[in-house]
């Protein structure tokens, strides 16, 4: 959908593709409702897996290690599709993500968030 000329792109496709396929694994279902773009559901869901903050996360994954803390700013709000893979990434990469969005700091581990889902 946008720009994939960076370097590692194909890596982070790679991861990004993993990460859908963890996320399915556990039975969460995209939130495709929250794209209201007029599209089919497929390029829904691509769409949605190419928010700014999985994109950031893919690349986290990509270049540092486990127990390395992935932290990420933006300068929006986390929708709420994000919110709830990033809960079920930090469970499955066994990893630490602290995402700062517009309002607050989301601090996700073990499939849980410091905000106790308040968003």
């Not at 694994?25 to 190419?50: Q, R, W, Y």
């Not at 994109?55 to 709830?84: D, H, M, Q, S």
Request: glycine letters at 6%.
């Amino acid at each position: 959908m946008g720009d994939w000329s960076h370097p590692t792109a194909n890596e982070i496709r790679d991861i990004l593709r993993d990460i859908s396929k963890r996320v399915h694994a556990v039975g969460h279902e995209p939130g495709i409702s929250d794209v209201l773009h007029n599209m089919v559901d497929e390029e829904k869901e691509n769409s949605l897996c190419e928010h700014s903050e999985r994109l950031a996360i893919a690349y986290g994954l990509l270049k540092t290690k486990e127990p390395t803390v992935i932290r990420i700013v933006k300068n929006l709000r986390v929708c709420g599709y994000c919110y709830e893979v990033t809960k079920i990434i930090s469970a499955e990469y066994r990893r630490e993500i602290i995402v700062r969005d517009r309002v607050r700091f989301h601090k996700f581990v073990d499939g849980s968030c410091s905000s106790r889902d308040f968003w």
